[in-house]
Protein backbone atom coordinates (compact mmCIF):
# COMPACT_ATOMS: atom_id res chain seq x y z
CA UNK A 1 0.00 0.00 0.00
CA UNK A 2 1.61 3.73 -0.77
CA UNK A 3 2.37 5.46 2.08
CA UNK A 4 3.96 8.97 2.01
CA UNK A 5 5.86 10.59 4.37
CA UNK A 6 6.76 14.37 4.68
CA UNK A 7 9.86 15.58 6.83
CA UNK A 8 11.65 18.68 7.06
CA UNK A 9 8.87 21.33 8.97
CA UNK A 10 9.90 24.08 11.16
CA UNK A 11 9.75 26.79 12.80
CA UNK A 12 12.14 29.36 10.52
CA UNK A 13 12.38 33.38 10.30
CA UNK A 14 11.12 35.90 7.74
CA UNK A 15 12.72 35.71 4.21
CA UNK A 16 14.42 32.25 5.27
CA UNK A 17 14.62 29.08 3.81
CA UNK A 18 13.01 25.20 4.45
CA UNK A 19 13.58 22.33 2.35
CA UNK A 20 10.54 19.76 2.36
CA UNK A 21 10.45 15.84 1.34
CA UNK A 22 8.08 13.14 0.67
CA UNK A 23 9.61 10.11 0.80
CA UNK A 24 7.09 7.06 -0.68
CA UNK A 25 7.01 3.49 -0.30
CA UNK A 26 4.61 0.81 -1.33
CA UNK A 27 4.41 1.28 -4.62
CA UNK A 28 6.38 1.70 -7.83
CA UNK A 29 7.58 5.63 -7.88
CA UNK A 30 8.49 6.03 -11.41
CA UNK A 31 4.68 5.96 -12.02
CA UNK A 32 3.71 8.60 -9.64
CA UNK A 33 2.64 12.44 -9.70
CA UNK A 34 3.50 13.88 -6.78
CA UNK A 35 1.84 17.62 -5.14
CA UNK A 36 2.64 19.73 -2.68
CA UNK A 37 0.06 20.93 -0.64
CA UNK A 38 -0.58 23.18 2.42
CA UNK A 39 -3.27 23.79 4.90
CA UNK A 40 -3.23 26.98 7.37
CA UNK A 41 -5.41 27.59 9.79
CA UNK A 42 -8.97 28.15 9.17
CA UNK A 43 -8.17 28.06 5.27
CA UNK A 44 -8.92 25.66 2.20
CA UNK A 45 -6.41 23.18 1.20
CA UNK A 46 -4.12 24.77 -1.49
CA UNK A 47 -2.11 23.49 -4.22
CA UNK A 48 1.35 24.76 -4.51
CA UNK A 49 3.54 22.74 -6.81
CA UNK A 50 3.46 19.20 -8.61
CA UNK A 51 5.69 17.15 -10.68
CA UNK A 52 5.49 14.90 -13.31
CA UNK A 53 6.14 10.99 -12.80
CA UNK A 54 9.80 11.37 -14.24
CA UNK A 55 10.08 14.79 -13.08
CA UNK A 56 10.03 16.68 -16.59
CA UNK A 57 7.42 18.75 -16.14
CA UNK A 58 6.19 20.92 -13.22
CA UNK A 59 3.80 23.19 -12.42
CA UNK A 60 3.63 26.11 -9.40
CA UNK A 61 1.02 27.91 -7.94
CA UNK A 62 1.22 32.21 -8.93
CA UNK A 63 1.93 32.41 -4.62
CA UNK A 64 4.83 30.74 -4.55
CA UNK A 65 6.20 30.32 -8.19
CA UNK A 66 9.38 32.42 -7.64
CA UNK A 67 10.25 31.51 -4.44
CA UNK A 68 9.39 27.37 -4.52
CA UNK A 69 11.35 25.19 -6.62
CA UNK A 70 9.89 21.07 -6.53
CA UNK A 71 12.13 18.18 -7.54
CA UNK A 72 12.36 14.59 -7.24
CA UNK A 73 15.02 11.98 -6.91
CA UNK A 74 13.73 8.60 -8.27
CA UNK A 75 16.22 6.68 -6.73
CA UNK A 76 15.78 7.75 -3.17
CA UNK A 77 11.79 7.23 -4.05
CA UNK A 78 11.81 11.01 -2.90
CA UNK A 79 10.14 14.55 -3.90
CA UNK A 80 11.54 17.62 -2.73
CA UNK A 81 10.13 21.14 -2.02
CA UNK A 82 13.01 24.01 -1.76
CA UNK A 83 11.23 27.02 -0.10
CA UNK A 84 12.93 30.12 0.25
CA UNK A 85 12.02 34.01 1.07
CA UNK A 86 9.62 32.80 3.32
CA UNK A 87 7.36 35.07 4.68
CA UNK A 88 4.38 34.56 7.54
CA UNK A 89 1.52 33.93 5.16
CA UNK A 90 3.32 30.48 4.36
CA UNK A 91 2.64 29.60 7.77
CA UNK A 92 0.58 25.85 7.57
CA UNK A 93 1.03 22.02 7.48
CA UNK A 94 2.10 20.88 4.39
CA UNK A 95 1.17 17.87 2.69
CA UNK A 96 2.08 16.01 0.19
CA UNK A 97 0.09 13.92 -2.41
CA UNK A 98 0.54 10.99 -5.08
CA UNK A 99 -1.47 9.57 -7.77
CA UNK A 100 -0.45 6.91 -10.69
CA UNK A 101 -0.40 9.02 -13.76
CA UNK A 102 1.87 10.55 -16.27
CA UNK A 103 0.97 13.92 -15.71
CA UNK A 104 0.88 16.80 -12.94
CA UNK A 105 -2.80 17.91 -11.93
CA UNK A 106 -3.43 20.96 -9.57
CA UNK A 107 -6.75 19.67 -7.84
CA UNK A 108 -6.72 18.05 -4.82
CA UNK A 109 -9.42 15.96 -6.09
CA UNK A 110 -7.13 14.11 -8.67
CA UNK A 111 -4.57 12.32 -5.68
CA UNK A 112 -5.74 9.17 -3.98
CA UNK A 113 -2.81 9.14 -1.37
CA UNK A 114 -1.50 11.53 1.11
CA UNK A 115 1.11 12.05 3.97
CA UNK A 116 0.24 13.03 7.09
CA UNK A 117 1.31 16.45 6.73
CA UNK A 118 4.49 18.92 8.26
CA UNK A 119 4.08 22.00 10.40
CA UNK A 120 6.17 24.95 8.78
CA UNK A 121 5.87 27.85 10.87
CA UNK A 122 7.35 31.60 9.52
CA UNK A 123 8.33 33.43 12.65
CA UNK A 124 10.24 36.29 14.15
Known amino acids: QLQLVESGGALVQPGGSLKLSCTAS????????IGWFRQAPGKEREVLSCVNSVGTSTNYADSVKDRFTISRDNAKNTVYLQMNGLKSEDTAVYYC?????????????????WGQGTQVTVSS
Open 26 to 33: GFTFDYLV
Open 97 to 113: AAEPHNYCSSSRRFYSH
